[in-house]
Antibody, heavy 120, light 106 residues
Framework: EVQLVESGGGLVQPGGSLRLSCVASGFTFSAYEMNWVRQAPGKGLEWVSYISSSGNTKYYADFVKGRFTISRDNAKNSLYLQMNSLRAGDTALYYC?????????????WGQGTLVAVSS | SYELTQPPSVSVSPGQTASITCSGDKLGNKYACWYQQKPGQSPVLVIYENTKRPSGIPERFSGSNSGNTVTLTISGTQTMDEADYYCQAWVSSTGVFGGGTKLTVL
């Protein structure tokens, strides 16, 4: 059974940092591209970042470029999101999401999410 | 930046057909997916590559693509289908989600 379990969320002051983690199980993690997607309270889904299976290619949404860094450790079946210079607008539930390698690359599995709250 | 536009809400009576649209520039040239999200739950993929259903998704869910619009159709809508629905596409290696449509079954 595919499982994605996020952790690392919490309450942080504006300008602070957090590191989110996602541990994957039930599939060959190193073979899959991964993403972070967030959802602000009561709002819609918002794509944040992508990383290739090897970790060599990374993409970011404009609103996190220069502040967030995605990474992975295939030996530990883990995905990470280092978040710096956090703003109130970054408050959201952050989902770890697996990308299916078919032609359209849909997100076929989602974690339960970890909540990040940015407030003074 | 690229945008996908969905109606904020759609209402349907049980047993009827619900259609949710998603529009974007030259969307017909891309592949779109649809996700269902119920309150307090993570999203679930219901349609990918515009028209395909993942295993385990009921046959009443279908998708189509025409011009700049993709459409999610739910035939014989059930009360359990009440949820938020999001379309999504990859554009220039970045993910783009529609704003979401709240489907009410009443």
């Amino acid at each position: 059974e595919v499982q994605l379990v996020e952790s690392g969320g919490g309450l942080v002051q504006p300008g602070g940092s957090l590191r989110l983690s996602c541990v994957a199980s039930g599939f060959t993690f190193s073979a899959y591209e991964m993403n972070w997607v967030r959802q602000a309270p009561g709002k819609g889904l918002e794509w944040v970042s992508y990383i290739s299976s090897s970790g060599n290619t990374k993409y970011y949404a404009d609103f996190v470029k220069g502040r967030f860094t995605i990474s992975r450790d295939n030996a530990k079946n883990s995905l990470y999101l280092q978040m710096n210079s956090l703003r109130a607008g970054d408050t959201a539930l952050y989902y770890c999401a697996r990308e299916d390698p078919s032609v359209a690359n849909p997100i076929d599995y989602w974690g339960q999410g970890t909540l990040v709250a940015v407030s003074s | 930046s690229y945008e996908l536009t969905q109606p904020p809400s759609v209402s349907v009576s049980p047993g009827q057909t619900a259609s949710i649209t998603c529009s974007g520039d030259k969307l017909g040239n891309k592949y779109a997916c649809w996700y269902q999200q119920k309150p307090g739950q993570s999203p679930v993929l219901v349609i990918y590559e515009n028209t395909k259903r993942p295993s385990g998704i009921p046959e009443r869910f279908s998708g189509s693509n025409s011009g700049n619009t993709v459409t999610l159709t739910i035939s014989g809508t059930q009360t359990m289908d009440e949820a938020d629905y999001y379309c999504q596409a990859w554009v220039s290696s970045t993910g783009v989600f529609g704003g979401g449509t709240k489907l009410t079954v009443l």
